[in-house]
Nanobody, 115 residues
């Protein structure tokens, strides 16, 4: 089992920056991927950024490429969000997947970008 706790959401004006942190605990040694997804009401959860724990693989959703950066320090995952747009408003979820394909989610943190 892996537990994920996000922090760092909030309200920011368009064009501003915000950073999110996800702290993983539990059986972190089994985790292969960590990442961020986001969701707005009535829509599916979309990929923001995904990174591999043991390789340099990183992938971003098309809408955030060039503006968002994901990084990791041991069991802590970070998302630096720059040049934020109102359409980035969503609940952001931390994600982890282990070597057996089990998926884990954090409780989510709200990011609101005002125009």
């Amino acid at each position: 089992q892996v537990q994920l706790v996000e922090s760092g959401g909030g309200l920011v004006q368009a064009g501003g920056s915000l950073s999110l942190t996800c702290s993983a605990s539990g059986s972190f040694d089994t985790v292969y991927f960590m990442g961020w997804y986001r969701q707005t009401p009535g829509k599916e959860r979309d990929l923001v950024a995904l990174t591999a724990v043991r390789t340099s693989y990183t992938n971003y959703g098309d809408s955030v490429k060039g503006r968002f950066t994901v990084s990791r320090d041991n069991a802590n995952l970070y998302l630096q969000m720059n040049k934020l747009k109102p359409e980035d408003t969503a609940v952001y979820y931390c994600y982890a997947a282990d070597r057996e394909g089990a998926r884990y989610w954090g409780q989510g943190t709200q990011v609101t970008v005002s125009s």
